[in-house]
């Protein structure tokens, strides 16, 4: 069963004029019940975050019908949160925070098949963003170990030793085929990403 993106974008309606309200109980469950994710936000303008949540939530049920557009915004939202450290676990405390804050807001309108759709929206956003944020770690890690290159053949690459006898890639060129090896990796997760989001809908 996909995702009903028409019962999303009406209960999504619903949600617009009140939308600063379940942004504020977002935070208040979130906090209450987790209190550990405090530390993320603790040199952190609230309402400018506050905003910033719904932005990304409109962003998302806009793009609910642009696959590409979708991934291409969750790959980057993701890459922004892994950057500050955010785990995959944490994604599972912001979804129910999220499901609740809905909830009370939308009160009757709240059925059993606008919360499926939703926690399977949400759902899509958070695998989505996860893979993002390995992609970060991934750069990151990949910055770090930069130094480690040096123009010698005892630590030259791995592709140098697979050329032939006597042959060695200058570091302009292992800088390029590492450019083009983090490009196809990117490409990839991207079309796993697009790909999943289309079975979904």
Not at 84 to 94: A, K, L
Not at 194 to 199: D, W
């Amino acid at each position: 069963m996909g995702i009903n993106i028409n019962v999303v974008r009406s209960s999504f309606e619903l949600v617009k004029p009140v939308a600063h309200l379940v942004a504020d109980r977002f935070y208040e469950i979130l906090f209450q019940d987790h209190p550990e994710a405090k530390a993320f936000f603790a040199k952190v303008d609230m309402p400018k975050q506050k905003n910033a949540l719904i932005a990304s939530l409109v962003a998302a049920v806009n793009h609910l019908d642009h696959p590409d557009q979708l991934t291409r915004f969750l790959l980057s939202l993701g890459e922004n949160h892994g950057r500050y450290g955010v785990e995959d676990h944490h994604y599972h405390w912001v979804g129910l925070s999220l499901l609740k804050a809905l909830k009370e807001n939308l009160h009757v309108s709240w059925t059993p098949e606008v919360e499926y759709q939703w926690t399977e929206v949400y759902g899509i956003m958070a695998e989505a963003m996860k893979a993002g944020a390995k992609r970060s770690k991934s750069n990151v890690r990949s910055i770090h170990r930069e130094p480690s290159l040096e123009p010698s053949f005892k630590q030259a690459s791995k592709v140098d030793l697979h050329l032939e006898a006597g042959l060695v890639l200058t570091e302009s060129a292992k800088s390029h085929i590492r450019h083009l090896v983090d490009q196809a990796f990117e490409a990839l997760i991207q079309k796993e990403v697009n790909f999943c989001i289309e079975e979904s809908l």
